[in-house]
Nanobody
């Protein structure tokens, strides 16, 4: 059973960089043809795909967030990370990591999700 767990600070100051880590267990981020994704959900709003990194380390980003987003991985730890720069209060959301086994590169098609972590952008 694949499990994903988000970790990182729950409070980030405006203009700073939001950094989160997703730790994957029960499956390797370098095995099979899986894509590992970050998704967020602002309060009262729908899910928004941020970006993904695939089994080879290739990255894919939402056009609306591409200029501020960087996804990387540490294969030795079976982790992938999200960095979202220049954050504002509008970036406040629950952030999820998830597995995308079919390269949907969106909010659909995910078969395993982390529990989500609340990130608040506030001074």
């Amino acid at each position: 059973q694949v499990q994903l767990q988000e970790s990182g600070p729950g409070l980030v100051k405006p203009s700073q960089t939001l950094s989160l880590t997703c730790t994957v267990s029960g499956g390797s981020i370098t095995t099979n043809y899986d894509y590992w994704s970050w998704i967020r959900q602002p309060p009262g709003k729908g899910l928004e795909w941020i970006g993904s990194i695939d089994y080879s380390g290739n990255t894919y980003y939402s056009p609306s967030l591409k200029t501020r987003t960087s996804i990387s991985r540490d294969t030795s730890k079976n982790q992938f990370t999200l960095q979202l720069s220049s954050v504002t209060p509008e970036d406040t959301a629950v952030y999820y990591c998830a597995r995308d086994p079919q390269k949907v590169l969106g909010t659909g098609g995910m078969d395993y999700w982390g529990q989500g972590t609340q990130v608040t952008v506030s001074s």
